[in-house]
């Protein structure tokens, strides 16, 4: 249909709350928190097909990826700046 369509990811870690919300006739599932908060303005400042992680997230998986340095990013509901990398691919 002449559409290009594409994506970019955002990846946070870190504690959140998760649970039901609603009320008696309605019910629905949510996670709320800063990392769910820091994973969705990754994911509006990712380009297509980046993958944006916060340092944390690195830090967990930095023997499995080649990732380099974006930069500290002014994000949204944040204070200070975010340290954030970007993941190029999967190691051996």
Same mark, same amino acid.
């Given at each position: 249909?002449?559409?290009?369509?594409?994506?970019? /990811?955002g /990846?946070? +870690?870190?504690? =959140?709350t &998760?649970? @039901?919300?609603?009320?008696e006739?309605?019910?629905?599932?949510? !996670?709320?928190?800063?990392?769910t908060?820091m994973a969705? #303005? *990754? @994911?509006g &400042?990712a380009?297509?097909?980046? /993958?944006?992680? =916060?340092? #944390? @997230?690195?830090?967990a !998986?930095? +023997?499995f @990826?080649?990732?380099?340095p !974006?930069?500290?990013?002014? *994000?949204?509901?944040? #204070?200070?700046?975010?340290?954030?990398y970007n993941?190029m691919?999967?190691t &051996?």
């Amino acid at each position: 249909m002449g559409f290009d369509l594409g994506f970019g /990811i955002g /990846i946070s +870690s870190g504690y =959140a709350t &998760a649970g @039901v919300i609603g009320f008696e006739q309605r019910q629905d599932y949510a !996670v709320i928190g800063t990392v769910t908060n820091m994973a969705a #303005r *990754l @994911v509006g &400042a990712a380009a297509d097909g980046q /993958i944006l992680v =916060a340092e #944390r @997230v690195l830090t967990a !998986v930095e +023997s499995f @990826v080649e990732a380099e340095p !974006v930069g500290e990013l002014a *994000l949204k509901g944040f #204070r200070r700046p975010v340290a954030t990398y970007n993941v190029m691919r999967l190691t &051996a």
